[in-house]
């Protein structure tokens, strides 16, 4: 009675043709030369195939070799196709959260808002989208999104809005500016003065451009960009000055001087999440995540993070004058 053929002999021969000589593929398979030879054998014997011809040494495979490989390899694709099916349902049960960003927004602040809530949910499965804010409005409310940043308010009951960290626009420059020497930057310092700026059809090119207008001002636009990153990267070079958001500028700290502008131009943006969201913890956890990683870049790139409290030495005390200049005059 023939015996069947089992899933060792199969591996062997699979190897064999594609590693090319026994002593490799027994090597791939963890196996001795002389196991390795005698499944190939047992294989040929149970199979009724001659699979392969013996030239010069080696072991060439014969066309009924190559056919009967070409009929393994299809069903081992079919396996492996059938192993990555159970890891997307794996993932599936696995928690997921979806965030959709502005570009302005995908760089340093979305990586260090997600970084930090990973680092509480080390088995969730977190994606990144970064598209325009209509395209990431149309995402949240078809709920393939769970949190959204867009720079427009939105106006629909299924979705939940909040402003991120209202801040004026400040006044970027490159290193060694000749605005860098003051303090606050006003409008008629921006005249005739190399600018760089964002679309005029942008939310924040609207409103620099509304002030402009307001104040007078004609500013020497030298180029128009469309996300902030790029526009920072401009400034740095010393093509020019901007206003942007602080969040605008992180990673660029280092790079561009950062002063207050007055009269203040208000800025924020929207933090949404769908009304009838599918992780509803998760989801704020990544909410409170980012709203802590907005407040402490935005802190830096202002340039006024809070001062950090002295502390005093194991044996300094306050002297009695310092007592009495605290007391009532009453007293």
């Known amino acids: 009675m023939r015996r069947r053929l089992n899933l060792r002999q ?41 699979l392969f011809d013996r030239v010069k040494g080696r072991l060439a ?35 997921r959260l979806t965030v959709g960003v502005l570009p302005a927004l995908a760089g340093r602040f979305v990586q260090e808002a997600t970084v930090g809530f990973l680092k509480r949910h080390r088995n969730v499965f977190c994606s ?29 009951p299924y979705i939940i809005s909040e ?11 490159p290193q060694h500016h000749r605005l860098a020497t003051r303090r606050v930057i006003g409008p008629a310092d921006l005249d005739n003065v190399p600018f760089v700026s964002f679309d005029p059809e942008s939310f924040t090119g609207q409103r620099v451009g509304s002030m402009f207008a307001t ?16 526009l920072c990267e401009f400034v740095a070079a010393g093509l020019g000055v901007s206003l942007v958001h602080p ?47 907005a407040a402490r870049i935005s802190r830096e790139a202002a340039g006024d993070a809070p001062p950090k409290p002295r502390r005093p030495g194991p044996r300094q005390r306050p002297t009695p004058t310092r007592q009495r200049a605290a007391e009532p005059s009453g007293a």
């Not at 299809?74 to 396996?79: C, Y």
């Not at 104040?215 to 790029?230: G, M």
Request: proline content about 4%; charged content about 25%.
């Open 247 to 293: 969040l605008m500028i992180s990673g660029f700290q280092k790079r561009v001087v950062a002063r207050r502008f007055e009269p203040e131009i208000p800025f924020d943006f929207q933090l949404c999440r769908s009304r009838e969201t599918r992780n509803a913890r998760l989801v704020e956890d990544y909410l409170q995540e980012t709203r802590l990683t």
């Open 61 to 95: 495979p014969t066309e009924r070799g190559m056919r009967f490989y070409h009929e393994i390899d299809r069903i081992f694709s079919g396996v492996q196709q059938i192993e990555n099916a159970a890891d997307a349902i794996r993932r599936e049960e696995q928690a």
């Open 128 to 156: 990144i989208e970064s598209r325009s804010s209509q395209w990431l409005t149309e995402r949240l409310v078809t709920r393939k999104l769970d949190v959204a940043l867009v720079s427009s308010r939105i106006d629909n």
């Open 215 to 230: 104040h007078r001002v004609r500013p020497n636009i030298v180029l128009v960009v469309t996300i902030a990153p790029t």
């Open 163 to 173: 402003s991120l960290l209202k801040h004026p626009l400040l006044c970027i420059m």
């Open 10 to 50: 199969i591996e062997a021969f699979k190897a064999v043709i594609e590693h090319g000589t026994v002593s490799r593929a027994a090597s791939i398979l963890n196996v001795s030369q002389p196991a390795m030879s005698k499944l190939i054998a047992h294989l040929q014997a149970d199979a009724e195939l001659r």
